[in-house]
């Protein structure tokens, strides 16, 4: 094979081979293997259908002519299931009608048998062309902003450039992903980041808190019900899994779920198929799965509490954010999400913030993390009377930390030996803590204080400065 035949597949393009010719199917598959695709072979239309439902593929390729389901239905379950396949339908009959009705149907071509290898090859790498570079170029196809964030997860520090990276690399996987943090720190969010940046992003996103349902239930909620399976069911409902389907579950607060719940969530992970409650039948399903906790989870598995194959299943991937109090530098950002988030919903406008009230916004240590931070900024929009965010319009835990009071005081038990001190001392002393506070950025450092970056440059210099 050529090198230009091998570089036709760099990146590996999962291959589904629907045909009830055995020795067909083989050969179809042994030729893409040799370019870097992986293939699973499905011997029955049927097979074929129940597979499109529960994994996920780039290419389908399925014989027109087949018993019980034909190439016509895998074509349709295709465009249902996984709308950004593409389909290649394979025809030993010159049957110009459904062939017609295959390409109107959304089929992406059709090769008719025998096969000439070299024009399968070609097929599949151009209908794979699309999947390829939405995997190389997600992050700019989506509007990717290096500096604030993937999606909405704002940061700009060295610990969220690596967590955004993460987020880059797994958005177009299926690859099952644990997401560790404090509460408040954005778990959820960084969830939606990576459905809205991955091939299922066209089906739903469900979340689901694990802490906040009964034990009696967690079960319904995630596998669903018939009627009469216990006493108040008087309909069957749908559990998240099947309401997922084709798309990722959320699941947060993971480390809080019963162990015989445990054990039921880590057989359908491994087999791709849930049991309603009440039923004799399973469904498969094929959804990616994204837990998160704000719990040691290897400690808890260690005490016997967490099921020691379920973490392990669980965190193929781990994502950990950091506390806002080990970020401050991405906390000016954050202000500036907020306060533009908010004007826009109260529809209000607003100068911004004093120096001293940002000041205070950024020695709080924030134990309730972004989330804390994000309501902080609402409330003091919402109590605001003169069109600028200041110290009054702090909440008192803030107030009392530091910056300038209403009064015009230096306030706050580390800031009480400047009272009375020179002007220069207290501003050298702030500039100094500001540089510290952003590790040296000064552009950041200059929005902070709310001067110009030369004005701050300059004072560096006379302040002696590093």
Not at 22 to 36: D, G
Not at 345 to 355: A, D, F, I, K, M
Request: some cysteine; proline content about 4%.
């Amino acid at each position: 094979m050529s090198d230009q035949q091998k570089d036709m597949f760099q990146i590996a393009i999962s291959v589904l081979i629907v045909d009830d010719d055995e020795a067909h199917a083989q050969a179809v598959a042994e030729s893409l293997r040799r370019v870097n695709c992986e293939c699973t072979i499905a011997n029955s239309g049927p097979k074929g259908a129940e597979l499109i439902e529960s994994q996920q593929f780039d290419v389908i390729i399925t014989d027109l002519k087949m018993d019980e389901v034909d190439g016509l239905a895998i074509l349709r379950k295709a465009k249902e299931e996984l709308p950004d396949a593409e389909v290649i339908v394979l025809t030993a009959h010159s049957s110009i009608p459904s062939v017609v009705t295959a390409m109107q149907g959304g089929a992406y071509t059709y090769l008719t048998k025998p096969l000439d290898i070299q024009e399968l090859r070609q097929s599949v790498d151009k209908a794979s062309s699309r999947i390829r570079l939405i995997r190389r170029n997600i992050s700019l196809a989506k509007g990717l902003d290096e500096r604030f964030g993937f999606e909405g997860v704002i940061g700009n520090s060295p610990s969220m450039h690596r967590v955004i990276e993460q987020l880059k690399n797994l958005a177009p996987t299926d690859t099952t992903v644990l997401i560790l943090g404090e509460s408040g720190t954005g778990k959820e969010l960084v969830a939606r980041a990576i459905h809205q940046n991955s091939p299922r992003k066209s089906k739903p996103f469900v979340p689901l808190n694990i802490s906040a349902l009964p034990e009696s239930i967690l079960e319904s909620e995630l596998f669903g019900h018939e009627a009469g399976a216990f006493t108040g069911a008087a309909t069957k409902r749908v559990g998240k899994f099947e309401y997922a389907n084709g798309g990722t579950l959320f699941l947060d607060e993971v480390g809080e779920m019963p162990a015989e719940t445990q054990i039921k969530l880590l057989r359908v992970l491994e087999e791709r198929k849930i049991t309603r409650l009440g039923s004799n039948d399973e469904k498969s399903i094929n959804v990616r799965l994204v837990a998160a906790t704000n719990a040691n989870l290897k400690s808890e598995m260690e005490e016997g509490a967490f099921r020691g194959d379920l973490y392990y299943r669980l965190s193929v991937v781990t994502i950990y954010l950091p506390p806002l109090r080990d970020r401050r530098e991405d906390i000016p950002l954050l202000i500036d999400h907020f306060l533009k988030e908010f004007c826009k919903r109260q529809g209000r406008e607003v100068e911004g913030l004093s120096r001293a009230a940002r000041q205070a916004l950024l020695s709080f240590d924030w134990p309730g993390n972004i989330r804390q931070l994000r309501n902080v900024i609402e409330g003091m929009l919402a109590l605001d009377m003169d069109g600028k965010l200041d110290v009054d319009d702090l909440p008192t835990e803030l107030a009392e930390l530091g910056g300038e009071s209403p009064d015009g005081l230096i306030g706050g038990s580390g800031t009480d030996m400047l009272i009375g001190r020179p002007l220069d001392e207290v501003e050298k002393y702030y500039i100094a803590r500001a540089l510290e506070l952003t590790g040296g950025k000064r552009e950041e450092t200059a929005v902070m204080l709310g001067m110009g970056e030369r004005t701050l440059y300059r004072k560096i210099k006379e302040y002696g400065l590093k």
